[in-house]
């Protein structure tokens, strides 16, 4: 018998609500005593946040508190407005948490903390939207690391590739990205079969909340740190395949000071595509507290 378009489904099961007034009201009850168990708050940046990383940073933090998540519902906890803050400058606190951000309790002084996100760095693989921390350009030549099979895939990446006597080939220099602009997936693809690790996460103070000296806010920190990483950072790179002492082949990295957006392209630049696409990086973060 056929089945009727006008039979619905109906439900007889009843489920919880995900988040409660009451479970909202416990992480904001929850946040006003950590405010008055630590000395200090510190806001966080975290770049290219992973899942492992995040755990090491978890275990060198255990005499304090990070939470991450529901900034809304954090900042709303420690107050907006002068009139409800809990402690004097909070408010301007809370308006830094936005986007990719954590809130540190410690009692351990700026410094030592700063001391230890800065050894907390570990590089990797870019992702899509990531922004390109350069250019990064392929020489021509033979490239016996890729297996020959591999070749179709590589041509849908589009690499200028080709078969010769069973080795893939580069024909022509080819730009993958350039700097400053998002990654599209790929991108990311090439970057990683070439072994070739842009992102790096890493975790930046952005602005400190001392209690002991009467609420002093000190908010200028993260522009110190971003402006000594883009003078680090070089402009261009290269990657050649080159076989090593091991007698494997590598993509082996040549770092350039010239960036073909500022205008230091060769005439072989003209003829490289980088296949840009603008991608939107915002992504929501899970609730997590250590």
């Not at 018998?1 to 009201?25: A, E, I, N, W, Y």
């Not at 009850?29 to 630590?38: C, G, K, T």
């Not at 590089?123 to 890729?146: I, K, T």
């Not at 080795?167 to 990683?192: A, D, F, S």
């Amino acid at each position: 018998m056929p089945k009727s378009k006008r039979d619905r489904p109906v439900p007889l099961t009843k489920t919880k609500k995900r988040r409660s007034q009451d479970v909202k009201s416990q992480l904001m009850e929850r946040v006003r005593d950590l405010v008055n168990s630590y000395d200090r708050i510190l806001v966080l940046c975290i770049d290219n946040m992973r899942s492992s990383k995040l755990q090491m940073l978890r275990a060198e933090l255990k005499d304090s508190k990070l939470l991450l998540g529901k900034n809304r519902l954090i900042a709303k906890a420690l107050g907006l407005t002068p009139g409800d803050e809990l402690q004097p400058n909070l408010h301007r606190l809370s308006r830094l948490l936005r986007n990719q951000k954590a809130l540190l309790f410690t009692n351990r002084s700026l410094a030592a903390v700063s001391e230890l996100l800065a050894g907390l760095t570990d590089a990797d693989f870019a992702r899509s939207g990531f922004a390109a921390v350069n250019s990064v350009e392929l020489m021509p030549g033979a490239c016996p690391q890729w297996q020959h099979s591999m070749e179709p895939a590589l041509r849908k990446l589009g690499l200028p590739v080709r078969l010769v006597k069973g080795v893939i080939h580069l024909e022509r220099p080819h730009l993958v990205c350039r700097r400053g602009r998002r990654l599209t997936p790929e991108q990311c693809e090439v970057l990683k079969l070439c072994q070739y690790q842009m992102a790096e996460f890493r975790v930046r103070p952005v602005a400190c909340w001392d209690k002991a000296a009467g609420g002093r806010l000190t908010d200028d920190l993260l522009s110190e740190t971003a402006a000594k990483a883009a003078a680090e950072a070089p402009g261009r790179v290269r990657l050649t395949s080159t076989v090593l002492d091991d007698g494997l082949s590598y993509f082996v990295p040549e770092l350039l000071d010239d960036d073909p957006d500022d205008g230091g392209s060769s005439d072989d630049d003209a003829e490289m595509a980088s296949g840009d696409e603008e991608v939107d990086d915002d992504e929501d973060l899970d609730d997590e507290e250590a």
